[in-house]
């Protein structure tokens, strides 16, 4: 647990905190994910990936319900679906995705890494406007409103 401090700055704030963390795991991503691009073509190179922290954990409720498949879920006919199908092969794919592709080991996808790579910028750019926005509004704070 992180000490309190005597003293606050005044950018320090919840926002700018997260999306600075974000931003530093963005970047090592980027870097994994260059790595792995650079190596396409060395024999026998396992990617590596730098994966997204875990989501915050769901309602406890919400948890035994889907365990124990008690969410209802009203149809208004009874033709109707009354809980989505559970997809099989998604347990299929992940496993695919891990094997190796070639003879010679390398299980980089240089299309898939490319599509990881951008996804990867995108959400460090969207990172970086939430971030500029938290740093504008308390500029604007701070002259009020007077900036330009």
């Given at each position: 647990?992180?000490?309190?401090?005597?003293?606050?700055?005044?950018?320090?704030?919840?926002?700018?905190?997260?999306?600075?963390?974000?931003?530093?795991?963005?970047?090592?991503?980027?870097?994994?994910?260059?790595?792995?691009?650079?190596?396409?073509?060395?024999?026998?190179?396992?990617?590596?990936?730098?994966?997204?922290?875990?989501?915050?954990?769901?309602?406890?409720?919400?948890?035994?319900?889907?365990?124990?498949?008690?969410?209802?879920?009203?149809?208004?006919?009874?033709?109707?679906?009354?809980?989505?199908?559970?997809?099989?092969?998604?347990?299929?794919?992940?496993?695919?995705?891990?094997?190796?592709?070639?003879?010679?080991?390398?299980?980089?996808?240089?299309?898939?890494?490319?599509?990881?790579l951008a996804e990867n910028e995108l959400r460090y750019?969207?990172?970086?406007?939430?971030?500029?926005?938290?740093?504008?509004?308390?500029?604007?704070?701070?002259?009020?409103?007077?900036?330009?």
């Open positions: 647990m992180e000490p309190i401090r005597a003293t606050r700055i005044f950018w320090d704030t919840p926002t700018l905190q997260t999306a600075e963390r974000a931003m530093s795991h963005a970047s090592a991503r980027h870097r994994a994910l260059a790595h792995n691009l650079a190596n396409a073509n060395t024999p026998n190179y396992q990617r590596v990936d730098v994966p997204l922290p875990t989501p915050p954990a769901e309602n406890r409720a919400v948890q035994l319900a889907r365990q124990h498949a008690i969410i209802p879920m009203r149809a208004s006919d009874p033709r109707h679906y009354t809980a989505p199908p559970e997809p099989r092969w998604r347990n299929a794919l992940e496993q695919f995705s891990n094997a190796p592709m070639r003879t010679d080991g390398n299980t980089v996808d240089p299309e898939r890494e490319m599509a990881l750019a969207m990172l970086v406007r939430i971030a500029g926005g938290q740093v504008r509004t308390l500029l604007t704070a701070i002259t009020g409103g007077q900036n330009r």
